[in-house]
């Protein structure tokens, strides 16, 4: 059994690695495609017509996607684990690639949805096949799947220690002690391929290894700061969009689908418009507008955050296939950065605004997804500073703390039509 585990572990990695790959290298082949070239040069080029044109027939393809292979929007992994260990799904290797390919599409069309949920959707989706293949007990289906949704993660952040502590945090806590060596087998080994071949994600401004207590006041400042977006993310996705959600599913359920497809693909198709940085997965914002050195402007900034923040938001209920790890990651980083900028440039503060770009980063992400663990860690893999680790380890638990107080969070979000079909399932 050992030398199955181990090799069950080695081969989902190293497939998981390519697959991961093979998926970043799609998205960026198709919006180069689409959009005839660099999409943040040529959008302002293109017809009005044809910028609204894309998300919306691209999204109407997906919900057909969709409708026809229900798993493909499925990238909760806990709930994947929990299914397949009831026996209640089965992941089929045409629902690999047509996940694959609905993600792609929703990614490569602007909407803002990111790579990380469908990455650990595939390495699952992979490790339940090698499970099958090694005819392991069905006890360790769900070890399995952590293996893989790992490999996922650490693939397609190109940071193994991350798509670790995912895993860990979302389903695997309780096989730490007995499995948490494939877990860093595969994951290691899925990293090393996609390192040949993808980019991480690394804040290159930090400052190191040794505590700096100057910046004790603006952490403590950037609490109420990072909070506020928090709060006006919470309330546009659980108070309007749920609101609208309601209203249209009461009236028009069968076509609740359709016509959030529409309102997501003039959504993303105006905010692209607007500013062609507010779309896509964010991972852009995050790698090379946080690591260039040149000033940005403060309005320009609050637009995309907002923009993103809206956009996050439309793109799930639209139905696009796709994660909110990095979209979340893209708004805190932005949110830190106007932080930083205001003390820069008004309260004459000597800090980094760089620095509290990788702090909201990791904050954002960690509150709303409920992940505080793989927050740090993550402020770990791409900082390597303390300052930027310690700030977010004590951030993140007290504006979680905040955040509970008004809205109750949930790492899903859950539509009205996805509520009625749980509530059905619900034993009376």
């Known amino acids: 059994m050992l030398v199955k585990l181990i090799a069950a572990s080695l081969l989902t990695g190293l497939i998981s690695g390519f697959f991961i790959t093979f998926y970043e290298l799609l998205i960026t082949f198709l919006t180069y495609f689409i959009f005839m070239g660099d999409p943040f040069q040529t959008i302002p080029k293109l017809p009005v017509w044809y910028v609204y044109l894309i998300p919306t027939v691209s999204i109407f393809f997906v919900n057909y996607i969709i409708s026809k292979e229900r798993p493909v929007r499925e990238y909760a992994i806990n709930e994947i684990a929990d299914s397949i260990a009831k026996n209640e799904m089965i992941l089929s290797i045409r629902t690999l690639f047509l996940k694959i390919l609905a993600s792609a599409l929703s990614l490569s069309s602007g909407f803002a949805v990111g790579t990380e949920g469908p990455s650990a959707g595939i390495g699952a989706m992979i490790a339940y096949h090698i499970h099958r293949l090694f005819r392991l007990p069905d006890m360790l289906i769900k070890m399995m799947i952590s293996v893989g949704a790992s490999s996922g993660i650490a693939a397609i952040f190109v940071s193994p220690i991350t798509g670790m502590a ?234 979680s703390y905040l955040s509970g107080l008004s809205f109750k969070i949930n790492r899903k979000t859950i539509t009205k039509a996805e509520s009625i079909k749980s509530e059905k399932n619900e034993p009376s």
Request: without cysteine; proline residues 3%.
């Open 166 to 399: 995912f895993a860990v945090e979302t389903i695997a806590y309780q096989f730490l002690k007995q499995y948490i060596g494939y877990l860093i087998l595969a994951s290691v080994l899925a990293f090393s391929v996609a390192m040949h071949y993808l980019e991480p994600v690394i804040f290159r401004h930090s400052s190191g290894r040794m505590l700096d207590t100057h910046y004790i006041v603006p952490v403590l400042l950037f609490i109420p700061f990072i909070s506020f977006f928090i709060y006006f993310y919470l309330f546009f996705k659980k108070r309007i969009l749920r609101f609208i959600d309601l209203e249209i599913f009461r009236n028009f359920s069968r076509w609740r689908n359709h016509i959030f497809a529409l309102i997501g693909g003039g959504a993303i198709g105006t905010i692209l418009l607007f500013n062609p940085h507010a779309g896509f997965s964010g991972k852009f914002v995050v790698v090379h507008l946080i690591n260039s050195q040149t000033q940005i402007s403060i309005m320009l900034i609050l637009a995309v955050i907002i923009l993103r923040i809206v956009a996050t938001t439309v793109s799930i209920y639209a139905n696009a296939v796709g994660g909110i790890f990095l979209p979340l990651m893209s708004i805190g980083a932005m949110t830190g950065y106007l932080f930083g900028e205001l003390l820069v440039r008004y309260y004459d503060f000597q800090i980094e605004p760089f620095y509290f770009a990788a702090i909201g980063a990791a904050v954002f992400m960690g509150v709303i997804m409920k992940l505080p663990l793989t927050a740090v860690v993550l402020a770990l893999e791409t900082t390597f500073d303390y300052n930027v680790v310690v700030s977010t380890g004590i951030i993140v638990v007290l504006v």
